[in-house]
Structure formats: C-alpha cells, structure tokens
C-alpha cells in the first residue's frame, strides 16, 4: 500500500519517497509517499486498473529484505 500520510510510517520498515529520491518522478506519485510494507498484498493483475510508475531496483531489493525479514519473525 502506498500512503501519503507519512505519519503512518514505521521506522525501519516502511519506504519514504520524496521528490529528492532519484526514482521518484519515475514512480509516477505527486507528493511525498510511504511505501507500507506491512500492507503490500498480492492480487490478480486482471482487476487493476493501470499502472502507476516504478522504483529503481535498490528500493525494490531493500523492500524485499525488510519483508523477508519481516516474515521470518523474531
């Protein structure tokens, strides 16, 4: 889930993008966002609507090993 209330973040976990980040404008979001990690889903292609933008591979690995880590437990 993509959020732009930035107070929701949980420190160490979630992603903030802001315009100074160099993937921002390719990530197709208009204000600073949080990228909860906590909240990402898996859902069939066929019932989005469009697509937004993307992230450049570093984000993309550092949010793969805060979910992996995430999921493995204390």
Same mark, same amino acid.
């Given at each position: 889930m993509i959020s732009s209330n930035l107070d929701q973040e949980v420190p160490e976990f979630d992603e903030v993008m802001t315009p100074d980040d160099s993937d921002f404008k390719e990530s197709g979001l208009k204000v600073p966002s949080l990228i909860r990690i906590g909240r990402i889903a898996v859902v069939d292609g066929g019932i989005l609507l469009g697509r937004l933008g993307q992230i450049n591979?570093? @984000?993309?690995? @550092?949010?793969?090993h805060k979910l992996s880590r995430w999921t493995e437990g204390p």
């Open positions: 591979t570093q @984000r993309l690995i @550092r949010i793969r």
